[in-house]
């Protein structure tokens, strides 16, 4: 199996270590990490790490595109991604002594018609046999992007998008959206024109949306999936301390490499993996020896 | 007159503008801006806007230092970045709308033994009427750097360090040291290594530090020049509020601009262009109408 991964709105992560931070004063950062980053691009370093054959592409410009493409080739991660003349986003992560971090995210690149008519050439000849979507829309390219990518796309789409841009992509009928509570609640809110449609009974049906299936994450409670076979609710085997960044992202990996298991086993790899990835510092890791010990005592129950 | 300008420890200025900075937070930058900085190159874009030919050299690697060239080349100043296979250091200031800043300086790179001789190959082969030495010192740099680009020099040299750069650099008589009072206090107390010597008589006197003349500034209150023909002093034509950084900068390309002028009309020179730069948002700018309007003003006593 092959897989493609599009991160449009692709970002360097940056981690500068501090003593402490402190609003108004000059800090020396001890160490500077980077890392390719964006959901999309955690989801294919996780694809990697399982061994499953996936390439990273969307859009990549400037000093930090080049700094992306950089760890990609470093981190063995294979990759397409299309050049634009603006420049990749950043994202710096403020971490101090104890811990704690704060965040900046920049704008990121204006994507330009040319530019985004490009990808969606070559999106249509890229040979695949899943396509995962993942996160947020860059500034110039259209609101229905991801319906846009659905509709072109041979093959089964996974959709992992928050807001307008998943609403409007989920209606396009991808084969499965991978929604938080929080973001599937929104959604249906906003694609509900009629008040009284959005009673619980709806919200409780995340299909309505127009995907074939649902991967419905409620935190560290565990996940839920919807299907037109039916739906299965499953929870990790202990509440988790750790780092809860990427862990959705893994979970979609997941969901794609057991791509042709049942639906039960699909959604308890998913379950299992993005638990790993919490006992990880960083997004598109994952502990290893806790995902082999704990995947095969996770049983989802049929709601 | 050709003015060569060295910044071994150049840097990416880069500004995050945000609503508040709140630690823990996920901050959205609304504009990032982005400027070749480091004291030398501060220096070059005063010196050019002053329409003094200028060069800006130093080291300068990776995607930062990319992006440093492209930012010289945008804003007209001349370059020789010595390539190096570390990455260029990036300070982050994230500026909140009240404009309070908190600034975030990495570490920056590794300059090898191999670019420092090559550097140094180039240094002495480089047509100059006037150098200035500017900031601090790379890892792997040699600690008496600045003493060894002095003796190299076989024009004069504006040193313009701190701490045992400046000490050292000091001890090889450049021309001109333009430190500030606690620069210079520090650098004299590290020097004398009979505690009696550190005595008030001898902290008045810079020029035991081995340099010809000694430019030191008291930030507001205005600078003091100390030569061989005498001392003089001068004060801003009137307190300023703005932003101090880069105003010592703009002092050295003054000072530079001015070489050929008598001492007296030098020192006038740095502290009028000083104080405009004090009221330009950005190191390596100055308000050109407060300067013209101002400089004239200035009448150094002679103490």
């Known amino acids: 199996m092959k897989v493609l991964t599009v991160t449009l709105n692709a970002a360097l992560d940056v981690t500068y270590r501090v003593d402490a931070l402190e609003p108004g004063a000059t800090h020396r950062v001890s160490d500077v990490a980077v890392r390719a980053g964006g959901k999309g691009v955690n989801v294919a370093r996780v694809l990697c790490g399982l061994g499953v054959s996936v390439v990273a592409s969307g859009f990549c410009g400037g000093a930090a595109g080049e700094s992306l493409r950089a760890d990609l080739a470093r981190s063995g991660v294979p990759q397409a991604m299309f050049p634009i003349s603006g ?30 008519d490009g990808f969606l050439g070559w999106f249509g000849e890229v040979e695949a046999d899943v396509v995962v979507l993942s996160g947020s829309l860059p500034l110039g390219v259209p609101g229905d992007a991801y319906a846009t990518l659905v509709r072109a796309s041979r093959v089964p ?147």
């Open 87 to 116: 420049e990749t986003r950043r994202t710096v992560a403020v971490v101090g002594s104890a811990g704690e971090a704060t965040l900046f995210a920049e704008p990121g690149p204006m994507v330009t018609a040319a530019e985004w």
């Open 157 to 303: 789409v996974v959709l992992d998008a928050d807001g307008p841009a998943l609403a409007a992509g989920a209606a396009a009928g991808p084969a499965v959206i991978t929604p938080n509570r929080r973001e599937l609640t929104a959604a249906i809110k906003s694609d509900c024109h009629e008040p009284a449609a959005a009673s619980a009974p709806t919200l409780d049906n995340p299909l309505i949306l127009g995907a074939e299936a649902a991967l419905v994450s409620d935190g560290p409670l565990g996940m839920t999936l919807h299907t037109l076979d039916g739906v299965w609710t499953a929870a990790p085997p202990e509440v988790l301390a750790g780092n809860p960044t990427g862990a959705g992202d893994a979970a979609v990996a997941a969901l794609v490499a057991a791509w042709h298991l049942p639906w039960p086993q699909r959604l308890a790899e998913a379950v299992a993996l993005s638990a790993a990835a919490v006992r990880a510092p960083l997004a598109g890791d994952f502990d290893r020896s806790f995902y082999d010990q704990h995947r095969a005592a996770i049983v989802p129950t049929r709601l």
